[in-house]
């Protein structure tokens, strides 16, 4: 009986399913009405085309790095290819550092910002291997730090090689301007951490250096400075009920 009255025309000659539309009934109706009646199938509306949403890559920044780095992309060959380009320029084999280690070596900035770039570009190798579409249809690319760099290179700014020669040098000045310790904190307002930096900067000496040297996101900052003076501002930042505050490596 239900199939009938489903399958069963008006004077117009519409099934029961168009006359719902037209009405904008409920799914669940329609849903209902097309099970009683196949006829119905030929008079629904055709389903809009998903929307693509558009892709943006993001690329990590200095603390992201870890010994085992790089182990499941080396065998990309483009991965291979930037490797060897990374031993002519750096002048050593980056891939020793992340494989093997140690920790300590990853920490020193010389060998960490490289090592965090040339992660972030094979990792996008990797993406493109297993998702061609989500690389090739990139709208938008961006970084944190030394992943800015990544970010311009996948948005073909400049090359790989160029953009290594870049990395290279940012690091060796951060180096000549040697901050011993940095922290990210977030969740305080810059005036909060400003004042922190100079309550770290008092606490230990006119020799001591604690300042912002990063604006990460709203709320969110790097602090860095000599070794004493970064270590009370974290514990003065904890105190102070940051969201976050933890040395980065």
Known sequence: ANREAASQR?????????????????????ALLCLASPEAF?????????????????FPGQGSQYVGMLEDVKVLPAVRDMLQQAEAILGYDLLKFCSDGPESSLQDINICLPAIYIAGLA???????????????MKASAGLFVGEYAALVAAGVFSFADGLWLVKELAEAAQEACPQASVSVAGLEEVQVRDLCRQAREKHGADEVCQITGFLFKKGFAVGGTRKSVEEFLGLAVSSKAMQAKLIK
């Not at 004077?11 to 799914?27: M, T, Y």
């Not at 990792?123 to 249809?137: D, M």
């Open 10 to 30: 008006d004077d117009c000659g519409r099934l029961p399913v168009k006359l719902a539309i037209d009405n904008e009934c409920s799914q669940e109706l329609l």
């Open 42 to 58: 030929a008079v629904l509306p055709p389903t809009p085309p998903t929307t693509t949403l558009p892709i943006a890559l993001i």
């Open 123 to 137: 990792a996008r190798e990797k993406l493109h291997a297993e998702r061609p579409e989500a690389v090739e249809k």
